[in-house]
Each structure stands twice: as structure tokens, then as C-alpha cells.
């Protein structure tokens, strides 16, 4: 069996077998829970040191036919290339930080493991798809937990609002993206969503331009607004304000980044006339999340608030390196994915602990925790100046490899982009870490509990120690995005030959 079936059935057999236990075994679910997810980190680590760069194809590939029913065909097909194969792992070790920071969560615990790790299960399922029906459903077997513990385990007076947002924002989008995908069933040729199958036939007959004006904005803002692309954002502050630590996590670090993978697999190599006619676009959009999230997180006094709105805006550097269309614009979009992926999830567990041992993350209410918290303290000083895009932290790594492959393209889009992660998040970056941490103690925080035992600890030193990797050693996972980069972006400049040139060639090429 291939590595990668491993990954996505341990979490769903861990669930099932949760189901098993009896609701008031709470140390028994929570020890399963943490088993399952710590196998499924270790294998997605190992699949990631296994992966061999430069080779073609897929690997760990694994294909098994689902439904064949006339001119349909609908597979379970997985594998995974440079640029999976980081997300991957990357959804495998933040699940586990997940479980591991969800210690206090002890009403329904039994149901809230279970959708965590469905969770977990959807998303790994939907990088590893090879299949487009297969990545949307897996997709959206990770979307519905979200809405669900938001709903149950969420925090405030507004989490029922914050569900339904997250739920309106994100179904429409999927609706969208499903239209776009439908057309490019019936435009492609292939009888499938099987992206293989895709690629041969559109690579023989490619899509007219007339088909990829309406299959590529439809990609475009249907999986954008999944990752919260300027002027479709709203939803992700407040969704991330209310929802428990690991419903953040998991999706600002993980299921977020499910709508620039598809791009990068579908729209980009697929449609070239699409691409000619909306990356323009997209670097001016992507402005929006740049600035104008920027200067909000700046207004915010909601510790979750603000990493809200920093998420938004660092997910302006992965849209406009995929707007640049250049392998290092490319490359350094799945870097800052993967590094985004881990600051997120350290973010937010952070936040979580802040908000279960004061009951508060307005950040004028705080002050003087490092005092009292000084292994928190210091994780949460060293993820926010990661958050700045310091050298030495996968951050920076992967912005500046996209400003440096969008400076060609998008001169003015690039020193807007500087401008906002340098100055912008180093405002709201360092001025959180001065309301929380330093200043006078008050009374109130007398009694503040830090995180002593190794079990607590744990997972904010593995998040800490992904962003060093991985910012001291970029090459690990660029040498593995840079071949399948190149692919992309030479699909993506080619035009498609009318039926009149194509004629007229092969003609020529007669003797």
C-alpha cells in the first residue's frame, strides 16, 4: 500500500475507533486521539524525506477505480509531486499540534476528536488527490468539521454569526470553483477529473479560449475566496476570532492553503489564454490583502483578530508569486505556504493558551505575561518575528524568493508588497508583543499559568523548530518545488495553436 494511503486512513480509523470508546473515558479518547495523529505526523515526515526531487511523475502514486458508470469516471487516485509533498507533511504535523494543544477541551470531547481528525483526514486527502472529484470532497470533508466546531466549541458571543459567515463565504466559493471544474469536465475531453487523464487530453486538443474564459475566473474566484482573496476576506477574522485553537489551526494553517493548490494543479498548466488575460488581475488584488489587511490588523485590539487579518495578508506574497508565473515567483509561493502553514498554527495555539488562562485576548486588558509566562512569552516573540519576515524563519525565506520572481513583472505590486510585510507587520507585530508581554503585571494575571511540562510545550517547540528548518535549509523543500515550478510555468506560456496555425503546420512539415 502506497505511504500516502497511510497518512489519510490513520486519522479516519483513529475516529472510527474513537466512536468505539464510551463519552466519559475523556484521558482514553484524548490518548487515541493523540496516537493517531502522532503515526500520521511521523508518516507524512517520512513520505516528505522519501520523496526523491527531480524525478517525473508522481510518486508514492496509488490508484484504485471508484465509479464508472457511462461517460463517467470517478477514481481514487493519489500521489504526490514537489509541490504536495510539503503540504502534505505540513497538514500531518500541525493535525498533531492540534490534538496535542485541544487538552482542555472537555465538552463533547469525544465528538470534537472525531471531527478533528476528519479534519486531518480531508486535508491530507485533498493535497494527495490526484482526482478532482476526490480533492472536493475531501475538501469539503475537512470544511464541514470546521463550521460544526465552531458552532459547539467556539468562543464568544458571536460564534454562531462567525459559523454561519465562514459557512455562506465558503460554500459559495466552492460553488463557483464546482461550476469552473464541470465545465472543464465536459471542455476537457478526458471522460474524468483524474488530473493525469486531464492533462493528455487538453495536451492534444487544448481548451478554446472561448472554454477557458469561463472555466478560469470561476477557478480563479472560487478557490480564492477559499483562501481569502481580496475583496472576498471577511470571513476568515471572524472565523478565526471565535473558533476553539485547533479549528484555527487546522484551517488558517492547512485548509486555506487548498485553493492555491488548486490553482497551481489546474488553472495555471491547464488554461494559458486564462492565464495571459487574469494574472494582471490577481497582482492587483492581491494588493488588497497586502495593504488593506495589513493596516486592519493594525487597527485591531483582538489578539485573534490580528492574526486574523496578519494570515490575510501574508497570503498576498502566495498570490502574487503565482500571479509573476515565474519558476522562483512559483517556488517561493509553496515555500511561503508551507511556512505559513506552521506560523499560523503557532499563532493560534498561542492565542488558545493566552485565551483558557486569562479569559481574554484583548490586548489592552493584558500586559507584563512574560513575567509569568516565560516559555509562552518566548515562543509567541519568536512566531511574531517570523511574522515580520526576519531572516533565519521559513517566512522570509518565501517572501523574498516571490518578490524576487514577481520584480520582473510587477515592479510597483513588489515595493507595495515589501512595504506592507516590512513596515505594516512589523507594527502590529511588535505592538502586540509590547501589549501582551511586556509592561506591568496586573492583578489579575497574579496566578497566570505557564506552559512547564513537556507534554504542554511540545507542540509549540515542534512549530518553532518547522520554521527554523526551514528557514535555515529552504533548499529542503525548494529543490523539490523547483522541477514541477518549471513545469507550470512553461504550461502556462504556451499558447494554443488555432486549428487554422495547426493546419497550416503540419502542412509545412510535410515534404
Same mark, same amino acid.
Given at each position: 500500500?502506497?505511504?500516502?494511503?497511510?497518512?489519510?486512513?490513520?486519522?479516519?480509523?483513529?475516529?472510527?475507533?474513537?466512536?468505539?470508546?464510551?463519552?466519559? %473515558?475523556?484521558?482514553?479518547?484524548?490518548?487515541?486521539?493523540?496516537?493517531?495523529?502522532?503515526?500520521?505526523?511521523?508518516?507524512?515526515?517520512?513520505?516528505?524525506?522519501?520523496?526523491?526531487?527531480?524525478?517525473?511523475? %508522481?510518486?508514492?502514486?496509488?490508484?484504485?477505480?471508484?465509479?464508472?458508470?457511462?461517460?463517467?469516471?470517478?477514481? %481514487?487516485?493519489?500521489?504526490?509531486?514537489?509541490?504536495?509533498?510539503?503540504?502534505?507533511?505540513?497538514?500531518?504535523?500541525?493535525? +498533531?499540534? #492540534?490534538?496535542?494543544?485541544?487538552?482542555?477541551?472537555?465538552?463533547?470531547?469525544?465528538?470534537?476528536?472525531?471531527?478533528?481528525?476528519? *479534519?486531518?483526514?480531508?486535508?491530507?486527502?485533498?493535497?494527495?488527490?490526484?482526482?478532482?472529484?476526490?480533492?472536493?470532497?475531501?475538501?469539503?470533508?475537512?470544511?464541514?468539521?470546521?463550521?460544526?466546531?465552531?458552532?459547539?466549541?467556539?468562543?464568544? /458571543?458571536?460564534?454562531?454569526?462567525?459559523? +454561519?459567515?465562514?459557512?455562506?463565504?465558503?460554500?459559495?466559493? #466552492?460553488?463557483?470553483?464546482? =461550476?469552473?471544474?464541470? =465545465?472543464?469536465?465536459?471542455?476537457?475531453?478526458?471522460?474524468?477529473?483524474?488530473?493525469?487523464?486531464?492533462?493528455?487530453?487538453?495536451?492534444?486538443?487544448?481548451?478554446?479560449?472561448?472554454?477557458?474564459?469561463?472555466?478560469?475566473?470561476?477557478?480563479?474566484?472560487?478557490?480564492?475566496?477559499?483562501?481569502?482573496?481580496?475583496?472576498?476576506?471577511?470571513?476568515?477574522?471572524?472565523?478565526?476570532?471565535?473558533?476553539?485553537?485547533?479549528?484555527?489551526?487546522?484551517?488558517?494553517?492547512?485548509?486555506?492553503?487548498?485553493?492555491?493548490?488548486?490553482?497551481?494543479?489546474?488553472?495555471?498548466?491547464?488554461?494559458?489564454?486564462?492565464?495571459? @488575460?487574469?494574472?494582471?488581475?490577481?497582482?492587483?488584488?492581491?494588493?488588497?490583502?497586502?495593504?488593506?489587511?495589513?493596516?486592519?490588523? *493594525?487597527?485591531?485590539?483582538?489578539?485573534?483578530?490580528?492574526?486574523?487579518?496578519?494570515?490575510?495578508?501574508?497570503?498576498?506574497?502566495?498570490?502574487?508569486?503565482?500571479?509573476?508565473?515565474?519558476?522562483?515567483?512559483?517556488?517561493?509561493?509553496?515555500?511561503?505556504?508551507?511556512?505559513? !502553514?506552521?506560523?499560523? #498554527?503557532?499563532?493560534?495555539?498561542?492565542?488558545?493558551?493566552?485565551?483558557?488562562?486569562?479569559?481574554?485576548?484583548?490586548?489592552?486588558?493584558?500586559?507584563?505575561?512574560?513575567? @509569568?509566562?516565560?516559555?509562552?512569552?518566548?515562543?509567541?516573540?519568536?512566531?511574531?518575528?517570523?511574522?515580520?519576515?526576519?531572516?533565519?524563519?521559513?517566512?522570509?525565506?518565501?517572501?523574498?524568493?516571490?518578490?524576487?520572481? !514577481?520584480?520582473?513583472?510587477?515592479?510597483?505590486? =513588489? #515595493?507595495?508588497?515589501?512595504?506592507?510585510?516590512?513596515?505594516?507587520?512589523?507594527?502590529?507585530?511588535? @505592538?502586540?508583543?509590547?501589549?501582551?508581554?511586556?509592561? /506591568?503585571?496586573?492583578?489579575?494575571?497574579?496566578?497566570?499559568?505557564?506552559?512547564?511540562?513537556?507534554?504542554?510545550?511540545?507542540?509549540?517547540?515542534?512549530?518553532?523548530?518547522?520554521?527554523?528548518?526551514?528557514?535555515?535549509?529552504?533548499?529542503?523543500?525548494?529543490?523539490?518545488? $523547483?522541477? =514541477?515550478?518549471?513545469?507550470?510555468? $512553461?504550461?502556462?506560456?504556451?499558447?494554443?495553436?488555432?486549428?487554422?496555425?495547426?493546419?497550416?503546420?503540419?502542412?509545412?512539415?510535410?515534404?
Amino acid at each position: 500500500m502506497s505511504l500516502l494511503n497511510y497518512i489519510i486512513l490513520t486519522p479516519i480509523i483513529t475516529a472510527l475507533a474513537i466512536l468505539l470508546i464510551p463519552a466519559n %473515558y475523556q484521558f482514553v479518547i484524548r490518548c487515541a486521539a493523540l496516537l493517531g495523529s502522532l503515526i500520521t505526523a511521523c508518516f507524512g515526515l517520512l513520505a516528505f524525506f522519501l520523496f526523491k526531487a527531480g524525478l517525473p511523475g %508522481y510518486q508514492f502514486e496509488s490508484k484504485i477505480e471508484w465509479v464508472k458508470l457511462g461517460g463517467i469516471n470517478i477514481n %481514487y487516485h493519489v500521489g504526490a509531486d514537489g509541490i504536495a509533498i510539503g503540504l502534505i507533511m505540513a497538514a500531518a504535523v500541525v493535525g +498533531f499540534c #492540534a490534538v496535542a494543544v485541544s487538552w482542555k477541551i472537555e465538552k463533547q470531547s469525544k465528538m470534537f476528536y472525531i471531527l478533528l481528525l476528519s *479534519m486531518i483526514t480531508g486535508a491530507v486527502g485533498a493535497f494527495a488527490s490526484l482526482d478532482l472529484f476526490a480533492f472536493y470532497f475531501f475538501n469539503e470533508l475537512a470544511l464541514v468539521p470546521t463550521f460544526i466546531t465552531i458552532g459547539v466549541w467556539g468562543r464568544g /458571543e458571536d460564534r454562531s454569526y462567525a459559523a +454561519f459567515k465562514i459557512t455562506l463565504y465558503l460554500t459559495l466559493g #466552492a460553488l463557483v470553483a464546482l =461550476v469552473g471544474l464541470i =465545465v472543464l469536465y465536459v471542455k476537457g475531453g478526458a471522460q474524468s477529473l483524474d488530473i493525469v487523464d486531464l492533462h493528455a487530453a487538453i495536451a492534444k486538443t487544448p481548451l478554446s479560449p472561448a472554454a477557458q474564459a469561463i472555466i478560469f475566473p470561476c477557478l480563479l474566484f472560487g478557490f480564492g475566496t477559499l483562501v481569502g482573496l481580496f475583496p472576498f476576506h471577511s470571513w476568515a477574522p471572524s472565523g478565526y476570532g471565535c473558533a476553539p485553537s485547533a479549528t484555527a489551526m487546522m484551517h488558517a494553517g492547512i485548509l486555506k492553503k487548498a485553493g492555491l493548490f488548486a490553482l497551481l494543479r489546474v488553472a495555471l498548466p491547464l488554461m494559458p489564454e486564462g492565464v495571459a @488575460r487574469w494574472m494582471p488581475v490577481l497582482a492587483i488584488l492581491c494588493v488588497g490583502n497586502l495593504l488593506y489587511c495589513g493596516f486592519v490588523a *493594525m487597527r485591531q485590539r483582538d489578539l485573534n483578530l490580528l492574526i486574523g487579518n496578519s494570515s490575510l495578508a501574508h497570503m498576498g506574497f502566495a498570490f502574487l508569486g503565482i500571479a509573476s508565473v515565474s519558476v522562483i515567483g512559483i517556488t517561493g509561493t509553496v515555500l511561503v505556504m508551507v511556512a505559513h !502553514a506552521f506560523l499560523a #498554527a503557532l499563532s493560534f495555539a498561542i492565542s488558545g493558551w493566552i485565551s483558557q488562562d486569562t479569559g481574554t485576548l484583548d490586548m489592552g486588558k493584558l500586559g507584563g505575561l512574560l513575567k @509569568r509566562m516565560p516559555f509562552i512569552g518566548s515562543v509567541m516573540i519568536i512566531c511574531f518575528l517570523a511574522g515580520c519576515g526576519v531572516p533565519g524563519f521559513a517566512n522570509f525565506a518565501g517572501e523574498v524568493t516571490v518578490l524576487f520572481g !514577481a520584480w520582473k513583472t510587477f515592479h510597483w505590486v =513588489v #515595493a507595495a508588497a515589501a512595504w506592507g510585510g516590512l513596515v505594516i507587520g512589523g507594527v502590529y507585530m511588535l @505592538r502586540a508583543i509590547r501589549s501582551v508581554l511586556h509592561g /506591568e503585571l496586573r492583578s489579575e494575571w497574579a496566578d497566570a499559568h505557564d506552559a512547564s511540562s513537556f507534554w504542554r510545550q511540545a507542540p509549540y517547540a515542534i512549530l518553532v523548530l518547522a520554521l527554523l528548518v526551514f528557514g535555515f535549509v529552504p533548499n529542503l523543500l525548494s529543490d523539490r518545488v $523547483k522541477p =514541477v515550478a518549471a513545469e507550470i510555468v $512553461k504550461q502556462a506560456t504556451l499558447k494554443a495553436a488555432t486549428p487554422v496555425a495547426a493546419a497550416t503546420a503540419k502542412v509545412a512539415a510535410q515534404p
